[in-house]
């Protein structure tokens, strides 16, 4: 089952901003693109959509660089590691530029370097940050033109990116953006320097985008944001965030909603009493606490202390309704002492996740972190991480063995080679791989018994 073309939305009509120079490859406006995607979920959709914009103006996707006129690449900079491995990834491109080529480079490392970037790879046509995309079209033109050197690099703007059409990846779960950008400062961070300030998408917009979903077989949608609950409807109607996502919840087709990343300051009752009154909102929140110190939070600027963090969790903890609860981590911040670090780990005891992503702190260019003193060295960030994994896959392994025994509905997304295999998620953004004797399951939804766990995933059985 696929879905190449499936959602309209206005036009876009703003006029263009970005700069041009005339010199170089040319690509036909009815081209091949490549594009490859690194970072997180907001990158993931991004693509869908700058693919959808593509395919509008005529251009085929491809799935090799050697097949394309155009390849972009859609870079992450949020830790140093993920930001290098475009250079390296750039300088593989560079042969194929002598090809006749256009190479482009988006997203969070083409804000960050900018037009240095034209400096350290010449091969390099197009450098756009996300805050940018909405004019796309416009630097297309260009770049189709034969203009070598187009970028596209405002982050003033009060602008959603919103498309024509998107080329969504997923045929049953649909990524939506409701909020770009982020106002949040935290000391550490590079997205409110690469991704602008904190827009919201207009209400009426995401539920016609949503109705068009359900319309296309879509049953469940997941609405994206750095701090997707700080949403703030620009509309007269101005819907709070828990009404929105009661309202896509109500869309007929609509089955499974989910919003990630929440930022606790903004993490309210009303989000809790949302779940536990309609079913189809799904039953997990990520929470990223960051640190269990406050002294470290007051130092990333996170907002929050540790007990306001777990007085969200209680909230929690009190619905009628289970909710699994995720997090994300930084360990060896500047100044982490080794009792910063154990209140890291007694917070872990304390709140049981049902998931985490950990990280070592990566200092990055433009954050006010980058000047603190006492730099916890490296090898000790990773001992600490080591120490901080290992906790949580017993607390993950316990959790999920728990849950042995019980039924649990999952949408099935995977299919093993070997044969009678399936995998999907629960609710509770559980991977369940299990047994079955049926010959078609893929996007619907059926009932398994767990039978087994491990720290990663459940296995079970279908339940007829
Ligand atoms: N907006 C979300 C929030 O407030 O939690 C997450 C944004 S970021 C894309 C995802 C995660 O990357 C963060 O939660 C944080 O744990 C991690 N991260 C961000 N900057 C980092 C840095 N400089 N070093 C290490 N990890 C970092
Ligand atoms: Fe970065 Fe903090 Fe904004 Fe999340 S809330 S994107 S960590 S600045």
Redesign the pocket.
């Known amino acids: 089952m696929s879905k190449p073309f499936d959602f309209e939305l206005e036009r876009l009509t703003r006029p263009s901003s970005y700069s041009g120079m005339s010199r170089g490859a040319r690509i036909g406006p009815r081209g091949t693109f490549f594009l490859e995607t690194f970072g997180?979920q907001m990158n993931d959709h991004d693509s869908e959509k700058v693919a959808g914009v593509l395919l509008s103006r005529g251009y085929r996707q491809v799935e090799t660089p050697e097949a394309a006129s155009l390849i972009l690449y859609n870079t992450c900079s949020?830790?140093e590691k993920a930001a290098q491995k475009v250079f390296s990834r750039l300088g593989e491109y560079r042969a194929k530029q002598s090809d006749g080529k256009v190479i482009g480079v988006l997203g969070c490392v083409a804000q960050q370097e900018g037009e240095q970037i034209f400096e350290r790879a010449p091969w390099v046509s197009l450098v756009c940050g996300s805050a940018s995309y909405r004019k796309l079209p416009e630097m297309l033109a260009e770049l189709e033109a034969g203009n070598h050197r187009v970028t596209g690099l405002d982050t003033d703007t009060d602008e959603t990116f919103e498309t024509e059409v998107t080329r969504r990846d997923n045929p049953w779960r649909a990524y939506l953006t409701i909020i770009e950008g982020?106002d949040?400062a935290?000391s550490?961070?590079?997205?409110p320097y690469t991704r602008g300030p904190e827009r919201s998408r207009a209400s009426d917009s995401i539920l016609k985008e949503v109705r068009q979903l359900a319309d296309l077989g879509y049953s469940e949608v997941q609405l994206l944001g750095?701090?997707v609950n700080s949403y703030a409807d620009p509309t007269p109607r101005k819907m709070r965030f828990s009404e929105l996502l009661l309202a896509v919840a109500d869309v007929p087709g609509i089955r499974r909603v989910r919003f990630t990343?929440s930022?606790p300051s903004d993490f309210m009752p009303d989000i809790v009493e949302a779940i536990e009154s309609q079913s189809r909102l799904c039953d997990h929140v990520h929470l990223?606490v960051?640190s269990g110190s406050t002294k470290v939070l007051r130092a990333m600027q996170r907002t929050y202390s540790r007990d306001e963090y777990l007085e969200k969790i209680e909230m929690m903890r009190q619905a009628k309704r289970p909710i699994a609860i995720t997090t994300?981590?930084?360990v060896g911040f500047p100044g982490e002492t080794e009792a910063d670090f154990e209140e890291t780990l007694s917070l872990l005891d304390e709140v049981r996740y049902d998931g985490l992503?950990s990280?070592?702190?990566?200092?990055?260019p433009n954050?006010p972190?980058l000047a603190m003193n006492d730099p916890i060295p490296e090898e000790e960030k990773s001992r600490r991480l080591a120490i901080l994994q290992e906790k949580q896959r017993e607390i993950q392994t316990a959790r999920n063995t728990a849950l042995i025994g019980q039924t649990f509905e999952v949408l099935v997304g995977g299919k093993s080679r070997r044969e009678n295999q399936w995998s999907g998620y629960t609710t509770s953004h559980r991977v369940l791989n299990f047994a079955s004797q049926a010959k078609e399951l893929l996007g619907t939804y059926v009932q398994v018994r767990v039978t087994g766990a491990g720290p990663n995933s459940l296995v079970g059985e279908h339940v007829a």
């Open positions: 997180c949020i830790r982020c949040k935290c550490y961070c590079v997205v750095q701090t990343t930022h990223p960051q994300d981590i930084i992503f990280f070592k702190y990566s200092p990055r954050t972190s």
